[in-house]
């Protein structure tokens, strides 16, 4: 089966077409990284979490053995496939800002989202920024493993902010599960 050269997709949103990435999902998957909404820059590229700031998100989980990127590769979606690792995001619709969402759109996603994650039982959600975990647990959300499961049963791991301090983040993701 040869890959996609990208994953851009046409779909349905709350009543309008839109331009979007297609999720990727390995046969079984044993847990899904979660991005908030797929930025312009994500969905003009085809793939999943091309912005710098979410580049340097994933990096953490390559240090941390889930992804393994071949040299020089910048795309997520082969190495996700190969861990079982599902990509998402809880809004479908891109936007420049996260901020751009409404309540109503976070409310769909969200229910749409856990639909899917409950159907395909998947164990662990690991959240890009804190703000998916916000919608799926409603609490503030703070760096590592969350106290609260989803409503499916699963594990939430939010990974460490940006701006964390190295030593710190390095703690955060010293409790995240070995592959």
Do not use: C
Not at 18 to 25: C, G, K, S
Not at 40 to 67: K, N, P
Request: charged share 20%; glycine share 8%; no cysteine.
């Amino acid at each position: 089966m040869t890959e996609p050269e990208n994953f851009r997709q046409t779909i349905g949103w709350m009543g309008r077409e839109i331009v979007t990435l297609a999720e990727v999902w390995p046969a079984a998957p044993k847990a899904v990284i979660v991005g908030i909404n797929p930025s312009i820059t994500s969905v003009e590229a085809g793939h999943y979490f091309q912005g710098r700031g979410a580049r340097s998100r994933l990096s953490l989980l390559v240090r941390a053995g889930l992804l393994d990127l071949r040299d020089g590769e910048r795309h997520f979606e082969r190495a996700a496939m190969k861990a079982g690792v599902a990509l998402a995001d809880l809004v479908r619709r891109p936007t420049p800002s996260a901020s751009d969402l409404s309540r109503e759109e976070l409310e769909y996603g969200k229910s749409q989202f856990e639909a899917k994650m409950a159907a395909q039982q998947v164990p662990l959600v690991i959240a890009i920024y804190a703000r998916p975990v916000e919608a799926l647990l409603g609490a503030k959300a703070a760096p590592g493993f969350q106290p609260t499961e989803t409503s499916w049963g699963a594990r939430v791991f939010n990974l460490p902010r940006p701006y964390l301090r190295s030593d710190l983040a390095a703690e955060v993701m010293s409790t995240f599960p070995s592959t």
